[in-house]
């Protein structure tokens, strides 16, 4: 099984504030992606990253894919209280279609 | 991208009962579904995948005889809970990929689920 650790597990930062979520592993995955939940719904697709070394921005987030594509990281500048959810990022896993997602990033932006 | 209905949103039953949750993809023909399961503050679990016409294929731990999926059509799979206890009580969540695991999942909006 691979294994998707995800650092902070937790995040509380002011509004304005800048922030970086890790996403790491041992294993090499074909491509990445970020998904960001709010509670009591489902995830909803960021990004999906293939490359080694990519980068992709999204409006105030920028994703980066390392470059052994076994990491990634997601920052978000002048983070806004909308930012807030759990964000999770995911990966193939092996059998058809299947993928595995990261132990999750509780951010909190506050007012 | 692919549109997922996933009914209800939200049911409390008591303890020994069953309950259904339905999972729908309302614009494309899904042979694959998955279900998982989420505690708070948790990240998603896949508990099985589940496959049109033919029998879902669980993750290790995860008992079938308890969670039974049923994936009648292209656009329906079903997960029911049978003899609920308080520890099934979570968050399930469906998805299907609509054009393979490059392009992401869509989430269905979830079931909470409260055992009493």
């Known amino acids: 099984t691979q294994l998707l650790k995800q650092s902070p597990q937790f995040l509380s930062i002011q509004e304005g504030e800048n922030l970086t979520v890790y996403c790491n592993s041992s294993s090499v995955f074909s491509s990445l992606q970020w998904y960001r939940q709010e509670p009591g719904e489902g995830p909803v697709l960021l990004v999906t990253v293939v490359t080694g070394g990519e980068v992709k921005k999204l409006k105030r987030l920028t994703f980066q894919f390392g470059d052994a594509r076994k990491d990634s990281s997601l920052h978000i500048t002048a983070a806004q209280p909308g930012d807030t959810g759990l964000y999770l990022c995911?990966?193939?896993?092996?059998?058809?279609?299947?993928?595995?997602f990261g132990t999750g990033t509780k951010l909190q932006v506050i007012p | 991208g692919a549109v997922v209905s996933q009914h209800p949103s939200w049911v409390i039953c008591k303890s020994g009962t069953s309950v259904k949750i339905e999972c729908r993809s309302l614009d494309f023909q899904a042979t694959t579904m998955f279900w998982y399961r989420q505690f708070p503050k948790q990240s998603l679990m896949l508990m099985a995948t589940s496959n049109e016409g033919s029998k879902a294929t669980y993750e290790q731990g995860v008992e079938k005889d308890k969670f039974l999926i049923n994936h009648a059509s292209l656009t329906l799979s079903t997960l029911t809970v049978t003899s609920a206890h308080p520890e099934d009580s979570s968050f399930y969540i469906c998805s299907l990929t609509g054009q393979g695991t490059y392009y992401g999942y869509t989430f269905g909006s979830g079931t909470r689920l409260t055992v009493v």
């Open positions: 995911a990966g193939p896993s092996g059998g058809y279609q299947k993928v595995t």
